[in-house]
């Protein structure tokens, strides 16, 4: 009689593989950030992204996209001049198990206004550099986030 084996527990199992990856693809949220130009030192960062970065992630990740495009503009120190928040829960359904499951985005919006030096804001202002961190030119060369991760 042949041995059966649970292909979940080999390591080249192409079965085991694909569960791993399915399950990482599940796990991160996807994130969409636009740039909306509204004078020559001011734009508009829109984020949205899916439930499970929370309200909270969502603000980190536009607040840090903003910063990326201060920076990109040949700048370094900004002001948050307009910031508004929603989450959505945009419907469900059941699952397999009996349960309900629902769905849902975050939406972050920040009008940001770039501060040139001599601006009497420029004490109050943030600095897009300190913002990134002390890697800020490889996270500017990367560009845009796509996931909560």
């Known amino acids: 009689m042949a041995k059966c084996e649970n292909v979940m527990n080999r ?7 694909l569960v ?21 030192s001011s734009f508009k960062i ?3 992204a899916e439930d499970m970065c929370g ?11 903003a910063a990326i495009e201060v920076i990109k503009r040949g700048a370094d ?11 959505e829960i945009t ?8 349960g309900f499951d629902t769905f849902g985005t975050n939406t972050q919006d ?13 004490r109050d202002a943030l600095s897009a550099r300190q913002t990134l961190g002390p890697d800020w030119q490889a996270i500017v060369a990367k560009g845009a986030a796509d996931s909560c991760l």
């Open 11 to 17: 390591k080249d199992s192409p079965v085991r593989n």
């Open 20 to 40: 791993v990856v399915c399950s990482l693809v599940a796990l991160v949220g996807c994130v969409e950030t636009s740039v909306q130009p509204l004078t020559q």
């Open 46 to 48: 829109s984020t949205q």
């Open 55 to 65: 309200a909270k992630g969502t603000r980190e990740i536009a607040f840090r996209e």
């Open 77 to 87: 120190r900004f002001i948050v001049v307009g910031d508004q928040s929603r989450s």
């Open 91 to 98: 419907g469900g359904m059941f699952t397999t198990y009996g």
């Open 110 to 122: 920040m009008v940001i206004q770039i501060i040139q030096k001599g601006d009497p804001r420029m």
